[in-house]
Structures are given as structure tokens and as C-alpha cells.
């Protein structure tokens, strides 16, 4: 008979739990949990907010927006809609070779995706790149793009159809196009992105003939704001695209113009602009092989997402721990104290849960900062943490979460949708990474993995593999490319076999983000696939014992 665990919560009042659909968040469901945690609390925030130039550094003078929104369109550009291949795929790390291409931004920007380890096994350059654009804008003042994961990295370069300003008009709208990008859309998307960024004199010599000029920019203010047009329109552009001395490389002036300006016009409005890039741009980073299935696009934080349920098992007792994050309004965070005082209890009618330990109320509270995104939504957000002791024999079959608010009104069930947060038993407690027992050993190249296998038949026939995934590559240049390393577990002679379980361990490097574990028992095999091990750590930190 299994147990079932309920995880209580009481708050003073009911300030900022409101209930939306939109955002329920089925679990499990690894794409779009990681999408949402590199959104709304991810790392490449730091790199672009602010939008400030990176003057004097290897950053060519510009903003690091600039650079990433022009690899994200340099990348798309290998869409054909007549065939449906190409199209954000991270092929450029394979055309850099190309004069359309030509930049340190280029490299500088996927060394910023391959060193901010964000990379996952689902989750690759293509989704890398893609976030980086919708950060870039957001970074930048622009608007929130909603943001889809679930691209495939290509493995080759695609065809060259980046549009270069040496190319007449008619060239331009053919290979906008092909991208699938009419003529409006065409002169809107080349305003958007060029609100950002300039001409690098040392790349393109033949447009920025002045060589004390470093990045001759397109407008005058680094924002992403539609200044750009406002200047083009009252003749007082500066864009070497359109008032440069070779009339041949005057592509912004021949697009722009290219409707008698009546798209220009349109987009004087600030919110037409807003409004206009940031479907051009959803368009954009959504234009991908048609093979390729993107995840329903993110527009807000999910109302409640769960860590992944960590265990461990010591002497008859499972502990599990796991951690619900509950999004709130800005317009209630005045009142954020009222969730200090949470408690958990048992729960009412609790019958069905006889023995101490099927009820717990959150052991802490951790505040969630929220990136440029959750901020210009008004959402802020906190991260409750849960540790429970489970009868190893009787096991549990799954969990859900209740918030009372000890107003006397029902309280509110986080229950996934009606299922509850469901534990499957093969294989997740068979084969388990052990959290507890696990240690993170700051050495020169070690973080030590104790793996614990359920032995269901002779322990002697047990053994165990492990597949370490590395976000990082040590290329010096691209193609930047995930590495991955294959360990035998060997058996641990320090934790004995106990209570049905065996041990076993191995070391692994620190880099390895992700673990697919594999365990063979006589002829029955388990696998885990893709366990988080950054989440492990860095969300429940006292797991880790450093030495
Ligand atoms: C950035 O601009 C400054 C001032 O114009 C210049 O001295 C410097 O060389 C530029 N840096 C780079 C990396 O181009
Ligand atoms: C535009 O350029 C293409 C390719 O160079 C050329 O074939 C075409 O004739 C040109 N069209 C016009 C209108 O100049
Ligand atoms: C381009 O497509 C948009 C809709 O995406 C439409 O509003 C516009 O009229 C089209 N422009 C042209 C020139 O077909
Ligand atoms: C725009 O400015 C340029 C030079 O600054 C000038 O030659 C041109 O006549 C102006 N055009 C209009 C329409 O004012
Ligand atoms: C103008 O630009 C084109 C294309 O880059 C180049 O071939 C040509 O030599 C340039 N003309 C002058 C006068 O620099
Ligand atoms: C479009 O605007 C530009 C820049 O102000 C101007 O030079 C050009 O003459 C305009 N074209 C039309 C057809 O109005
Ligand atoms: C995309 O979804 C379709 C329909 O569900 C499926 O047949 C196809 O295999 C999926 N493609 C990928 C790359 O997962
Ligand atoms: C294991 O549990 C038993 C019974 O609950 C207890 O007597 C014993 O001290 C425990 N051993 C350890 C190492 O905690
Ligand atoms: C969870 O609770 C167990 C038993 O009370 C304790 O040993 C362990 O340190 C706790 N783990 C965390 C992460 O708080
Ligand atoms: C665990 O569950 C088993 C079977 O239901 C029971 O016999 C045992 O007493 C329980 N252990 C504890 C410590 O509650
Ligand atoms: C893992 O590393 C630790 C510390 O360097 C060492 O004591 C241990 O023997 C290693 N274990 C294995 C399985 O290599």
C-alpha cells in the first residue's frame, strides 16, 4: 500500500495567489522547465542588461545586444520556406567563414552561449541563440518576446543567404522571402534590428571608409527604441546604410524607401514599433526546419513550477526533497512579509496519511530574483522548500501541495493538474541519484557521484554506467559542441548494501551538468535520463558537502 505525501502550506492572507490558467505548468516536462528557469531566473541577464556599450573592450564598442541579435537573424538566414529547411538551427557556427559573417561578435557571442554553460542535452546552441535574441531586446528596453525551446542544432553550414548591402533590392525581397518575410515585414525587420548595433569599420571597409570610426551605429541612442526611424524620416539619419558616400551599400535607404516609406511612417508610433518587432522578431527565432516542433511560446512565469524531487535513503527511510515556486505580483510585494509566517500542517481530514511524515510544512523560503523579464512583468516570485521522511517499505506514489491562507477559505491545491506530482516507482526509485550521500569535492577536476541502485534480484549480478554531459566546449573557436563522458560505477565500499539497496560511486568533473545513469540487475535494466545536477545544486546547496 502506497503512501501518499501532501505538502501543506498556510499563508496570512491571500495576496498574490491568483490562480491563472494560462500558466499551469504540466510536470514533468524537462524543455519547458528549463526554458522557463533560463528565462525568468537564468544567467544571461548580466551579459545585456543595462545595454550599455562595451566600450574599450573586445566587444567592438557595441552592445552585446547588438552582437547577439545579429547572429540570431545571421542564423535564420538559412530558412527556405519552399522547402522548409534551415532556419535557426545554430548552422552559423559553421558559415563564420563567410564575409557576410565577418565580426569577432560573432565568436565573442557563442563563446558567451558555450561559457554561460546553459547548453543541455534537450536544449542546444539553436535555443541558445534564440534566448540570447529575445535577451538581447529585452535588455535593451524593447518589448518581451514570447519565447519557444525545442530547436535542433544542425551539424553543417546551410546555404548563403544572408542579405549583404552590396545586393540590389530585388535580391533583397527574394531572399527575405525565402526566410518567409514579405516586403512590409522586410523594411519593419531590418528596422528592428537595426536599432541596435552599427557598421564595424574594420569589417566592412569598402561602407565605414573613415578609419577613426570604430562602429559607425545606425542611430544615435543604443536603446532598443524606434529612433532609427524617427531620424530616417526627418533626414537626419546617420546610418551609413542610407547616407553612406557608395550609393551601392545603400540597402537600408532602398528598403526602407521601398514602400514610399509608408511602413516607416507606420512605425513612428512607439508602439506600433514594440508592437511590430516583437512579432517580427517571435517570427524570426520561430522560423526553423519544418521537422523541428517548437514548445507553446512562454509569456509569463508558470503560476507554480516544482524542482525535481531529489532522495536519498538511509536506514528504512527515503527523504525527499523538492521545492514548489510560487509566482507573485509586484502589485502585492509591499505585503511580501505575509509570507514569512508560512506554516505546514497536517492536513485536515488526514486519514488516508496514518504515520507521521505524510504531511510536512516547507522547512524554508528562498526569495526568487527574477530576470529583466519576470521585473518588466511586474512578477516577483518565491521558492518554498520541502524535505519529507518516507517509509522505504511503503513508499509513495505522489505529492501535491496545498497553500492555506487561514482566512477560513479552502485552500488552494497545486496538484499538476489534478494528477498530482506523480513518483513512478521503476525507475525512480530503483535507481536514483542519492542526494544527500552525493558530494561535490572541490578539487582540481573531481565532484564525486554516489549513484544507489535498488537490487531486486542477486547484488552480485548489479552494475552500474554513467553518461556525464558537459554544456561546456574547450574548442578555442566554433563549432562550440557539447561533450560527453562515459564512467563505470564501481561498487562503494564505504556504504555497504543496506535495506535492498547497493551503492555505487564515481567521480565525475564538475563541468558534467547532466547524468543519464544506467543500472543492469541480473537481466533487468534501468535508466534515469538527463538528471540536472546544476539544479540539484544549486537549488538545495546544504545537499552538497564540500571538502
Ligand atoms: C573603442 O573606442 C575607443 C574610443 O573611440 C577606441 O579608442 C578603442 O580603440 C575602441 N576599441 C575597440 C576594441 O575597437
Ligand atoms: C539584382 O541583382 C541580381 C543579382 O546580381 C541581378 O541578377 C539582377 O538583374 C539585379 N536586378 C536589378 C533590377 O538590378
Ligand atoms: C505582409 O504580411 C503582413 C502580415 O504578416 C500583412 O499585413 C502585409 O500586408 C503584407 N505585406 C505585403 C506587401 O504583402
Ligand atoms: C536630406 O539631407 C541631405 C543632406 O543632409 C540633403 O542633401 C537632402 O536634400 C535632404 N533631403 C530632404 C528631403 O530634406
Ligand atoms: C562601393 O561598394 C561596392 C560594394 O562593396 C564596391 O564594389 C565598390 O568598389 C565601392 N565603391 C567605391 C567608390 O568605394
Ligand atoms: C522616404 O524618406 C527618405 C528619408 O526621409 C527620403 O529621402 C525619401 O525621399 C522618401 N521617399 C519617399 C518616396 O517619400
Ligand atoms: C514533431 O511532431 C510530429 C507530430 O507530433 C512528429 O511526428 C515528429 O516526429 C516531431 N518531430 C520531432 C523532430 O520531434
Ligand atoms: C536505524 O533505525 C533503527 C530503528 O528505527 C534505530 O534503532 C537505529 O539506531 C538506526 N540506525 C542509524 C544508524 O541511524
Ligand atoms: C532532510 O531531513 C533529514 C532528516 O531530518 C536531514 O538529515 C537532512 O539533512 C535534511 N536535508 C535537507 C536538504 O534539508
Ligand atoms: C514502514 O512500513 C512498513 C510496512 O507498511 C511497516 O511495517 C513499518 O513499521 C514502517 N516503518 C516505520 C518506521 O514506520
Ligand atoms: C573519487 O575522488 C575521491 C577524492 O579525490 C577519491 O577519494 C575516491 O577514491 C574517488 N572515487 C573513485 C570511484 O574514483
Known amino acids: 500500500m502506497l503512501q501518499l ?7 496570512g492572507t491571500l495576496a498574490g495567489y491568483t490562480v491563472q490558467g494560462l500558466s499551469t505548468f504540466q510536470w514533468p516536462n524537462q524543455l519547458l522547465d528549463y526554458a522557463d528557469h533560463q528565462l525568468y531566473e537564468g544567467t544571461m541577464d548580466g551579459l545585456v542588461e543595462g545595454c550599455t556599450p562595451r566600450v574599450n573592450t573586445p566587444r567592438d564598442n557595441t ?8 547572429l540570431a537573424y545571421n542564423d535564420m538566414s538559412t530558412h527556405n520556406v519552399d522547402d522548409g529547411t534551415g532556419g535557426l538551427d545554430a548552422s552559423i557556427m559553421y558559415e563564420l567563414d563567410r564575409a557576410q559573417n565577418v565580426g569577432e561578435g560573432m565568436v565573442q557571442s557563442l563563446q558567451d ?7 543541455a542535452p534537450f536544449f542546444g546552441m539553436a535555443d ?6 529575445v535577451f538581447a531586446v529585452k535588455g535593451c528596453g524593447g518589448p518581451v518576446i514570447p519565447y519557444s525551446a525545442g530547436r535542433i542544432d544542425a551539424t553543417a553550414a546551410g546555404p548563403p543567404t544572408v542579405p549583404q548591402p552590396q545586393q540590389n533590392l530585388t535580391t533583397h525581397i527574394e531572399l527575405f522571402r525565402q526566410q518567409g518575410f514579405n516586403e512590409t515585414d522586410m523594411i519593419a525587420l531590418v528596422a528592428c534590428g537595426h ?17 577613426s570610426i570604430d562602429v559607425d551605429t545606425f542611430d544615435t541612442t543604443p536603446a532598443f527604441d524606434n529612433t532609427i526611424v524617427s531620424q530616417y524620416l526627418q533626414n537626419t539619419t546617420q546610418d551609413v546604410l542610407v547616407v553612406g558616400p557608395n550609393v551601392t551599400t545603400q540597402s537600408d535607404l532602398r528598403i526602407f524607401s521601398s514602400d514610399g516609406n509608408v511602413t516607416m511612417q507606420s512605425l513612428l508610433s512607439a508602439d506600433t514599433f514594440s508592437d511590430t518587432c516583437a512579432t517580427l522578431l517571435q517570427r524570426m527565432i520561430n522560423t526553423v526546419p519544418s521537422a523541428v516542433n517548437l514548445t507553446d511560446p512562454i509569456t509569463e512565469p508558470f503560476q507554480y513550477v516544482i524542482n525535481d524531487p531529489l532522495f536519498s535513503y538511509q536506514n528504512g527511510t527515503f527523504n525527499m526533497i523538492t521545492a514548489l515556486r510560487v509566482r507573485k505580483t509586484y502589485l502585492y510585494s509591499s505585503q511580501c512579509e505575509c509570507y514569512s509566517d508560512l506554516v505546514m500542517g497536517r492536513p485536515a481530514g488526514g486519514s ?4 507521521t511524515g505524510c504531511s510536512k510544512q516547507s522547512s524554508s523560503t528562498q526569495p526568487v530574483f527574477f530576470t529583466v523579464f519576470g521585473e518588466a512583468q511586474g512578477f516577483t516570485a518565491s521558492r518554498y522548500l520541502f524535505n519529507a521522511t518516507i517509509n522505504s517499505t511503503s513508499s509513495i506514489s505522489k505529492f501535491w501541495f496545498e497553500i492555506n491562507n487561514n482566512d477560513g477559505s479552502d485552500p488552494v491545491v497545486v496538484d499538476n493538474g489534478g494528477s498530482g506530482f506523480v513518483i513512478e516507482q521503476d525507475p525512480s526509485l530503483s535507481l536514483f541519484v542519492d542526494a544527500m550521500r552525493s558530494e561535490l569535492i572541490f578539487s582540481e577536476n573531481s565532484g564525486g557521484f554516489i549513484a544507489f541502485l535498488k537490487v531486486l534480484g542477486d547484488a552480485a549480478s548489479a552494475s552500474a554506467s554513467m553518461t556525464a554531459f558537459s554544456p561546456f566546449s574547450t574548442a578555442i573557436s566554433p563549432p562550440f559542441t557539447p561533450t560527453t563522458t562515459s564512467i563505470n560505477l564501481e561498487l562503494d565500499e564505504t556504504n555497504p548494501p543496506e535495506g535492498g539497496f547497493t551503492f555505487f560511486t564515481a567521480n565525475s568533473s564538475i563541468s558534467g551538468s547532466f547524468l543519464d545513469l544506467t543500472a543492469n540487475v ?9 538528471f540536472n545536477l546544476a539544479f540539484a545544486v544549486s537549488s538545495f546547496p546544504s545537499i552538497v558537502i564540500s571538502s
Open 63 to 70: 552592445t552585446i545586444s547588438a552582437q547577439w541579435l545579429r
Open 5 to 11: 505525501i501532501q505538502f501543506l502550506v498556510a499563508a
Open 113 to 119: 552561449f558555450n561559457g554561460l554553460a546553459i547548453i
Open 522 to 530: 541480473g537481466s533487468t535494466s534501468f535508466t534515469v535520463e538527463n
Open 352 to 355: 488516508f496519511c496514518p504515520s
Open 128 to 133: 541558445s541563440i534564440a534566448l540570447g535574441a
Open 195 to 211: 536599432t541596435l548595433g552599427g557598421v564595424r569599420q574594420v569589417d566592412f571597409p569598402l561602407i565605414v571608409t573613415d578609419t
